[in-house]
């Protein structure tokens, strides 16, 4: 966990801890929200970061892991031009990990909890950045639904999240 209570922690200090622990998989877990007014949006979604957001990142990635000795356990080069290929090569397999672990925590999940219809989504969320970790950002549901809120607020319902995600982890 990044933390224990419910104080807010810069969005990159949230990887970065990942990234520090040398984590196998970061889970960044929420609740979506509609427009006001809108109760209709209801379901699970996870997030993977998408190659677009990769690539138009990928400079500003450079400009802070240059610094760093290592990076997925290979040093970096000090060509600030081959450690941008590094690091968009193994943020590239990230990536394809992180869509790989959705697929499968979808697979194991469908069963115990909803799903939105177009449940795997692609966005450049920041936790969703980091270069050598597969990263996924999961909306559990939505409080603006009534139905997903009541299920959220439930033991039952968070047992049932709880229990998906370890199947998918697992």
Avoid: C
């Amino acid at each position: 966990l990044t933390r224990e209570d419910d104080r807010f922690l810069v969005l990159q200090d949230r990887y970065e801890i990942a990234r520090r622990l040398s984590a196998d998989l970061f889970i960044s877990i929420h609740a979506d929200s509609g427009p006001p007014g809108s109760d209709t949006a209801r379901g699970a979604t996870i997030y993977t970061l998408s190659e677009v957001a990769s690539d138009r990142q990928a400079a500003l990635l450079a400009g802070r892991e240059n610094a760093a000795d290592r990076i997925a356990g290979a040093p970096m080069s000090g060509n600030p031009s081959v450690d941008l290929i590094l690091i968009d090569l193994t943020q590239r397999e990230s990536m394809t990990r992180s869509a790989e672990f959705a697929r499968v925590l979808h697979r194991e999940a469908a069963p115990v909890f909803p799903f939105r219809p177009d449940w795997h989504r692609f966005a450049a969320f920041i936790v969703l950045k980091a270069p050598d970790i597969p990263s996924i950002l999961f909306e559990s549901g939505y409080v603006t639904n009534a139905t997903d809120m009541a299920y959220l607020r439930s033991p039952e319902g968070r047992r049932e999240i709880a229990t998906g995600m370890r199947r998918a982890i697992e």
